[in-house]
């Protein structure tokens, strides 16, 4: 960063507040009154890139004040950025600048920046904020001072997705010139926000479904959430949404067995912070426990419900509620709820294969009238059924089928009124009958799951996919797992066995010192698991009687994990160039057919490359590994090829040409596809930008693509790398 913020102000009232009178205004055709419609405003630059189709123009239908705006509107995003700006003069070093604009959105869910920054190379930004935006017109003011002398700058708005921004009444001045605001709140609209907040759906909409149980005995006789298990962990709902400025309360019926237990009611921004909330010490008989807030979003309007406790204990929860304004009585969020029933198992069929829908009804106010409707779309959005739904009985089924592999959207629609409210939403992956390919190129990492439940690996090998990667969920090769204690080993065949009969061959990873194992480094406090080993020998025979065990099993074997990361290998380059040597030559005298995988690099870290490769390294690996996660927009940029390269090239410097290159992790950052995330657009940038990392990758001539990772909990997922 190169500024110092002194204030940062968004105001978030429902009347227009004003700011101080400014200095001398910095930036030309601040009203955007010159120009002519249709065409950017006189000064502006337009100069989105990536995979976008963008538009910048002057606009004659809106503006705040005057006669004109400009709008900037996205109409596909793919990758990179909309983005416009207006040539300003240099700021100087030293000194306070206060940058202040209108603006308001339409159809857009991402924050845009708005900064003062260089318009070519390096790019330095020297004042700059990030907002959420809505379609009322609200001011954004950001005030800092310039640490390092400006060149030739531009005041630039940019943000990544679809949607439409428009601004009004620029001002750049110098000195401090923060908001004078006015004073009224937000009109309250009453009404609860959490959907199957009573738990009369079961946990529809609700993650962690492994360590709750829905119960009867709840507040007024219906269901409740019965937390489990006795660590500390927190059931999250699926977002709401929440106006900027807007007060509200949070507030839900909690007991405990175990009198005194605390509980966090608690809220967190999608993409962003943590938000409000407070804990409570509970009693054995329901009450209501309750705390107000004020909506201060900075990344997202969207906020995940949090319920958290302490360890050692177990609660029950019931009648969840955020409303608007202050706290008045529990009603559920609509008159009938419906969710589906629909196990993790099912959600992987075959084209062609009869899927039995499961639905849950819960009708809490027989006067309203209730019209559901059990619809099912494709990836772009084609409808592949549409079936009318009854509200009784609570329990019901509906049988569907479909002949084409592909993404297949389940919403249960309220259609009451003109505009249809999603209830619950479920998603399959419909897999083609044969997806095996000739060749190894595609894995995964994931949870193999206990004995009957290997949902992950089934699906996986279902579509395609032929390597699996143990470590992390699966660490079954690790060394902390296979010899917890010196001289006795554990082993986990079983979970290998479902590996193999699913046609997926394992990927072992040696890693992860055993905590009896472990040499501290000294310096910065890091993990045991990361320690280099005490003794040398030691470590050769845990690699000597893991390959010797699993002989026959597994053939690819990987020295570590990500060396670079003090977080997984706290010893030096040179140590881990030992360490390889040691593994290449005790797993080749225990299975001389094995495949030794190496490096782990990174190449944002090249010192750490060019350390190992300088130990002659290079002779003991049988291929070269790296790890690739990226943005959408980095892949559209040509980040990929530059990797891959960078990687190439050092390890043919040192006469690696014959290695072959295996990517062993990796992802493209892809937001669900669930409507209540509300990134739509972002999701089918970054599903398409998925398959052009891996078609990229595999052009460039690596041998394996290992996506991070396999699978989600069913309840309210969130934004990662999951691939299922």
């Known amino acids: 960063m190169f500024f110092r913020p002194l204030a940062l102000v968004l105001p978030l009232l429902w009347c227009a507040p004003t700011w101080a009178q400014p200095a ?78 209108w603006m308001r959105a339409e159809g857009l869910s991402v924050p845009v920046r708005i900064l003062i920054r260089d318009v070519g190379p390096p790019y330095h930004s020297y004042l700059q904020t990030s907002r959420l935006l809505t379609p009322d017109w609200r001011p954004v003011v950001v005030i800092g001072k310039v640490a390092e002398q400006g060149g030739q700058v531009g005041i630039f708005i940019s943000y990544q997705g679809e949607g439409t921004v428009w601004l009004d009444d620029l001002s750049l001045a110098t000195g401090e010139h923060p908001l004078e605001a006015g004073a009224s709140e937000v009109p309250v609209v009453k009404g609860n926000l959490v959907q199957n907040s009573g738990f009369e759906t079961g946990l529809q909409g609700w993650t962690m479904p492994e360590m709750v149980a829905v119960e009867d005995g709840g507040v007024d006789g219906g269901h409740c959430a019965h937390w489990l298990n006795k660590s500390p962990y927190m059931l999250e709902g699926r977002p709401v949404v929440l106006k900027p400025g807007q007060s509200y309360t949070m507030s839900a019926y909690l007991r405990a067995p175990q009198p005194g237990t605390k509980v966090t009611l608690s809220l967190h921004e999608v993409g962003g912070g943590d938000g409000p909330g407070q804990t ?65 198992a099912q959600r992987f069929p075959m084209a062609g294969d009869t899927v039995d829908v499961g639905l849950v009804m819960a009708r809490h106010d027989e006067a309203q009238q209730a019209k559901l409707r059990l619809v099912a779309t494709d990836y772009h959005g084609g409808e592949l059924a549409n079936v009318e739904l009854q509200t009784q009985p609570a329990s019901q089924r509906v049988s569907l089928s479909f002949d084409r592999p592909g993404f297949v959207r389940l919403a249960i629609l309220d259609c009451a009124q003109d505009t249809p409210f999603v209830l619950d939403e479920a998603q399959l992956c419909v897999l083609p009958v044969n997806a095996a390919p000739d060749d190894l190129f595609f894995g995964s990492h994931g949870s193999v799951g206990a004995a009957g439940e290997h949902h992950a690996p089934t699906a996986l090998a279902k579509g395609g996919a032929r390597f699996w990667r143990l470590h992390d969920m699966g660490s079954y090769a690790q060394w902390f797992l296979v010899e917890p204690e010196k001289g006795r080993y554990v082993w986990h065949d079983e979970e290998v066995n ?227």
């Open 498 to 724: 479902a590996l193999l009969e699913r046609g997926l061959e394992p990927l072992g990873v040696f890693g992860r010192t055993a905590p009896w194992a472990g040499r501290d480094p000294g310096g910065e406090k890091v993990d045991p698991t990361a320690w280099p080993p005490r003794d040398w020998n030691e470590f050769a025979e845990y690699i000597y009687r893991t390959v010797d065990h699993y002989k026959g099993k597994i053939r690819c074997w990987e020295a570590w994990n990500e060396p670079w990361g003090r977080g997984f290998w706290a010893g030096t380059p040179e140590e881990y160039g030992k360490l390889l040597q040691i593994v290449y030559t005790q797993a080749k005298r225990a299975d001389p057919d094995c495949v030794i995988i190496g490096g782990c690099f990174w190449p944002p870290m090249p010192e750490f490359t060019d350390r190992v490769l300088a130990t002659g390294a290079i002779h003991y690996m049988d291929a070269v590994s790296y790890h690739h996660y990226c943005e959408p927009d980095a892949v559209a940029m040509g980040q990929v090829g530059d990797w891959y390269r960078a990687i190439r090239e050092k390890i043919d410097a040192v006469g690696g040409q014959r290695l072959p290159i295996w990517m062993t992790e990796g992802g493209t950052n892809c937001p669900s596809f669930y409507w209540w995330m509300g990134r739509d657009d972002q999701a089918r940038g970054a599903t398409e930008t998925v398959a052009k990392h891996l078609i990229q990758t595999k052009s460039l001539g690596a041998e394996t693509f290992f996506y991070y990772h396999a699978w989600q909990e069913i309840g309210s997922p969130r934004m990662f790398h999951w691939l299922l």
């Open 280 to 344: 409570f010490a509970l009693t054995d008989s329901w009450q209501r426990h309750a705390f107000a807030f004020t909506a201060q979003p900075t990344q997202n309007l969207r906020y995940y419900i949090s319920l958290a406790k302490s360890a050692g204990a177990d609660f029950l929860a019931d009648n969840v509620q955020i409303e608007e304004g202050g706290l008045t009585d529990y009603r559920p969020a609509r008159p009938c709820e419906a969710g589906f029933d629909l196990p993790r």
């Open 24 to 101: 001398a205004e910095l930036a030309a055709n601040p009203g955007m009154e010159a120009g002519v419609d249709g065409l950017p405003p006189q000064g502006w630059v337009h100069n989105s890139y990536g995979e976008v189709a963008a538009s910048l123009e002057r606009d004659a239908s809106c503006a705040h004040t005057g006669a004109a705006s400009l709008r900037l509107r996205c109409r596909v995003f793919r990758g990179g950025a909309a983005q416009a700006y207006l040539p300003v003069p240099p700021p100087a070093q030293g000194r306070t600048y206060t940058l202040a604009a």
